[in-house]
């Protein structure tokens, strides 16, 4: 465990304290965990369980974050924990993000022994990912800037959903991310993702015009967020950030709790096209 960055106790009588990394702001009583289950009050401490505790620890090629226009053919040593701080009914990493901390399921690995990893398996860098890596924000911060000496990337594959200040404060340390678009509807993110869209944009636009590498995902799903309208909407608007974003579209396959059909390889289709007229770089994924 370690003391979390970005609280305040609101409640010294009760040891009642409030988390500020993302935008659920959770109040937190004593014994109890935020929405993420990654970061608990104890006794008055707001404590990241999740700090330098791994349930998935893999070398992958850097296109299955997906990234496809940062550093093309390597590999990178990928990490990831549990709990995350949306609710998505249609998650393909649900045992692990919606799953409380676990301690028979989790491996050790300190910042330094990451780093060290890395560099012995010539891992390119270290990406953040799997679950959500920001609710355990103190071990990529740590580790990131370990890595950044080290000459290694820092990666992070994220819902975006976060607080502007702990964003602005990490992106310093980090070289790239995939950053999830969800749908391009807050009624979407509200009913299937239990978060809100604007976060989400914001963090995508503070990341781009921080100079960052940035590509998006949309994992594209029948009669939820697969209408022309709101694929064009969605493409709108990030190429008014730029058009050299690159796009990936992700094909639905029934996951967890949400059962539509899988999404047709046409409406995969219709989806590029749509964003080819705005965007350069469109991909389709798990085809
Ligand atoms: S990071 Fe976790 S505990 Fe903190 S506000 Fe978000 S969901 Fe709540």
Known sequence: MKEALYYSVIDKEKKTVGCVLCPHNCKIQPGKTGACRARKNIDGILQSLVYGEFASVNLDPIEKKPLYHFYPRTHILSVGTTGCNLR?????????????????????LSPEEAVSMA????????????????????WVAETAKLARGEALKNVLVTNGFINEQPWENLLPLIDAANIDVKSFKNDFYKSACGAEIGPVLRSVEIMFKRGKHVEVTYLVIPGKNDSEHEIADFVDWLSSLSPEIPVHFSRYFPQYKMKEETTPVKTMELARRVAMK????VYLGNI
């Not at 560099?119 to 103190?138: D, F, M, Q, V, W």
């Not at 705005?278 to 770089?281: A, D, I, S, T």
């Open 278 to 281: 705005r965007m350069k770089y």
């Open 88 to 108: 998505c009914q249609h998650c393909q990493n649900w045992e692990i993000s919606q799953s409380d901390y676990n301690p028979e399921i989790m491996r050790s």
């Open 119 to 138: 560099k012995r398996y010539k891992s390119i860098g270290i990406a953040y990912t799997y679950n959500e890596p920001l609710i355990n924000y103190e």
